[in-house]
């Protein structure tokens, strides 16, 4: 009996990434920002990838390239300068992969290392940070190192201890303790890579419909 290759066999393909994050990147960050504080600057549109790493405003840019003899303009596009890297955060205690631009590089190692960088408090910082630094700024926020430094800058001003977040303690350590399982697989702001399956990636939405505030 004749047997068929194995080329001519129909197999479906198997992934594991939900029907709710392939969709579209809206999808993907509605479920990735669920249960931490809103982004005051919103995703951006125009270039998504940036969405999900450290790239500091940057864009595509277009342009013309100019022949020097007749002078016959060509459209032509220039990329940021975008690199894959590890990098060290000292209230995590751990290494970070994300896609950073080479100016966010520089301005990390001006600042002193990642977690000065993602903790400034400058508008014009938090607007460089994109969906993707807000969402790490917000797991270093979280870190009793970083806690104790806020409450004693607090205390050091005299002000008031305003309640802080509208979440429960259960439902911070469990955002925590998801964020840390996608630290560990290596894909935590990285582009394309496929999201945890199971219960973790069904949709959870507090009791009475509130967000954490920073």
């Given at each position: 009996?004749?047997?068929?290759?194995?080329?001519?066999?129909?197999?479906?393909?198997?992934?594991?990434?939900?029907p709710t994050l392939a969709k579209s990147t809206s999808s993907r960050l509605t479920h990735?920002?669920?249960?931490?504080?809103?982004?005051?600057?919103?995703?951006?549109?125009?270039?998504?990838?940036?969405?999900?790493?450290l790239y500091g405003?940057?864009?595509?840019?277009?342009?013309?390239?100019?022949?020097?003899?007749?002078?016959?303009?060509?459209?032509?596009?220039w990329k940021p300068n975008i690199r894959n890297k590890h990098l060290y955060?000292?209230?995590?205690?751990?290494?970070?992969?994300?896609?950073?631009?080479?100016?966010?590089?520089?301005?990390?190692?001006?600042?002193?290392?990642?977690?000065?960088?993602?903790l400034g408090?400058?508008?014009?910082?938090?607007?460089?940070?994109?969906?993707g630094g807000w969402r790490l700024r917000w797991r270093v926020m979280q870190t009793e190192t970083v806690r104790r430094r806020f409450e004693e800058e607090r205390t050091r001003l005299g002000l008031l201890d305003g309640g802080g977040s509208t979440a429960s303690d259960e439902e911070i350590q469990a955002e925590i303790r998801e964020y840390d399982?996608?630290?560990?697989?290596?894909?935590?702001?990285?582009?394309?890579?496929e999201a945890e399956t199971g219960a973790s990636l069904m949709e959870e939405k507090h009791p009475d419909g509130t967000r954490p505030t920073l």
């Open positions: 009996m004749a047997t068929r290759h194995s080329s001519l066999i129909f197999s479906r393909p198997f992934h594991t990434t939900p990735l920002h669920r249960n931490i504080p809103p982004y005051p600057y919103g995703p951006s549109h125009t270039y998504k990838q940036s969405n999900f790493g405003n940057t864009h595509i840019q277009f342009g013309n390239k100019v022949s020097s003899r007749n002078e016959i303009k060509t459209r032509r596009k955060s000292a209230a995590l205690g751990r290494t970070v992969r994300t896609r950073v631009s080479a100016r966010v590089l520089r301005t990390i190692e001006k600042e002193g290392g990642l977690d000065e960088y993602l408090e400058k508008p014009a910082r938090i607007k460089e940070l994109g969906m399982r996608q630290l560990d697989r290596g894909d935590e702001v990285a582009v394309g890579e």
